[in-house]
């Protein structure tokens, strides 16, 4: 077999591992809050955040895997070790923070890859930050947005239903209906990702041209792997997010999701790769803050959030270490 087709093949098989290790980490961002109100068994909502996980493939256009196969980087600049750099050191982030089970941001560990492996390459010049600009405004603003959103739905119901119990069943029936929307949110976001990293292995490989369009069988292979993962779900990070942050209640948990889900479908909408993990914690911590008794660990919150500042940084730096070790066995060469 040409050693450049094999190398393709293995690269995306790295793509699709990360993609999978993204629905395994990422898994508590759709069902923490509906299993931590009790309205839905673990393996019940896991099984349903898959499937709508893979719906999301029919809901919107691929603006987000345009933005990560062109929208980071310069293009030129990008190589098989650039990329197997990339993606093992967000693998490997993913995988530490798992065992922690804290709510890292699978997205921002993969964009940390990128531009680690790249600027270790070519140098801070080959950064776009146009593209780069918007992720980082979003890594800022999108948990306060899900915070704001989540708090003024919670809030909303309190005063124009105030006779509805936290616990009402039509609450149960919503978190159902809204955790369905922050699966679909969340592999519309998600896989995406996967989908532009393989976009520039094919770049890379001289399969395709950086004008031309990604490729309906990548988008479809990359949401039903996310979905594949999902279903594997990571119950550590699950617990953190369920239990550890606050006492959620039907209530609670429909209005983080039904905020998160809007703010996901329109940073979809716009292209914009933010963190589901991100949105959702946001989102948590806003219901369980106007609460008359609110209680909120924010022990675990502050040990959530030197975790997001770590991430990009953290995954950047194994991602230019992992594209050191594949330059040295001259993967970079590949295709030259």
Known sequence: MDIILLTTI??????????FTNGFHDAANSVSTIIGTGTLKPRTAILLAAFFNFIGLFVFQLHVAAT???GMVTPS????AVIGG????????????WWYGLPSSSSHALIGGVVGAAIMKGGLSVVLL???????????ISPMIGFILAALISFALQYLLPKVKDNAKAYRIGQILSSSLYSIGHGTNDAQKTAGVIFLILISGGYMQAADGIPYWVAMVSFLVIALGTLAGGWRIINTLAYKITDLKPRGGFSAEFGGSIMLFTSS????????????TGAIVGVGSIEKNAKINWSIVKTILICWCLTIPSAGAMGALFYLALRYLGLDSVGK
Do not use: E, R
């Open 10 to 19: 293995v690269l995306i098989g790295i793509a699709l591992a990360f993609d």
């Open 68 to 70: 990560i196969g062109k």
């Open 77 to 80: 600049v990008v190589d098989f």
């Open 86 to 97: 990339a993606l093992a050191g967000a693998i490997a982030w993913n995988m530490i923070t």
């Open 130 to 140: 146009s593209g780069l600009s918007k992720i980082a405004l979003f890594i800022i």
């Open 269 to 280: 909408s716009l292209g914009i790769p933010v963190s589901t993990t991100h949105i959702i």
